[in-house]
T-cell receptor
């Protein structure tokens, strides 16, 4: 069974559209994350939720809105897509405790044309 | 100064040799350190975590941490072609949520037969 899953794997859309990416984890973790990896492969955190509560909110345009219906799911909605939003978006999760080791989903490659 | 710095490489190592990957971080007081491996087109995969000064060994991998020098390294013994990947160093900075980790830009490792 896949521990952290994301859908869709690929997303191609036009500028100005609104799209959503979904993430689910079956590890029983309390904390989930969204990361963006750009064309230079730099991996940068965007948001984090702990038990449905937003705990990390980096400097991200407010066109990006995360939603966590329960602790096993974290979705990312993006409004008014721009060319610069093209990237790979990774979901991750971690358990509680000192280590906070994070486990990543397979990624969603978003291409905005 | 970047928070987490790595040499981008590529680092070319002959098969069977020891590959040494280095990482420095800027925030003194950081407590948690991670090494991830990322194959091209895939998601980051956790290899090692280390929290105390010294060495931590897991199979062919050894992580080394020196908090006084703000330096963490990863040694890969008996390098195999399958070790060819980008290796990401990640650090939990002291001023942030315990779950937040900052990634370096990665070192691309190539194992030549």
């Amino acid at each position: 069974d896949t521990a952290v899953s994301q859908t869709p794997k690929y997303l191609v859309t036009q500028m100005g559209n609104d799209k959503s990416i979904k993430c689910e984890q079956n590890l029983g973790h309390d904390t989930m994350y969204w990361y963006k990896q750009d064309s230079k492969k730099f991996l940068k955190i965007m948001f984090s939720y702990n038990n449905k509560e937003l705990i990390i909110n980096e400097t991200v345009p407010n066109r990006f809105s995360p939603k966590s219906p329960d602790k096993a799911h974290l979705n990312l909605h993006i409004n008014s897509l721009e060319l610069g939003d093209s990237a790979v978006y990774f979901c991750a999760s971690s358990g509680d405790g000192y280590s906070y080791e994070q486990y990543f989903g397979p990624g969603t490659r978003l291409t905005v044309t | 100064q970047k928070e987490v710095e790595q040499n981008s490489g590529p680092l070319s190592v002959p098969e069977g040799a020891i590959a040494s990957l280095n990482c420095t971080y800027s925030d003194r007081g950081s407590q948690s350190f991670f090494w991830y491996r990322q194959y091209s087109g895939k998601s980051p995969e956790l290899i090692m975590s280390i929290y105390s000064n010294g060495d931590k060994e897991d199979g062919r991998f050894t992580a080394q941490l020196n908090k006084a020098s703000q330096y963490v390294s990863l040694l890969i013994r008996d390098s195999q072609p399958s070790d060819s990947a980008t290796y990401l160093c990640a650090v939990n900075p002291p001023y942030s949520s315990a779950s937040k980790i900052i990634f370096g830009s990665g070192t691309r490792l190539s194992i030549r037969p």
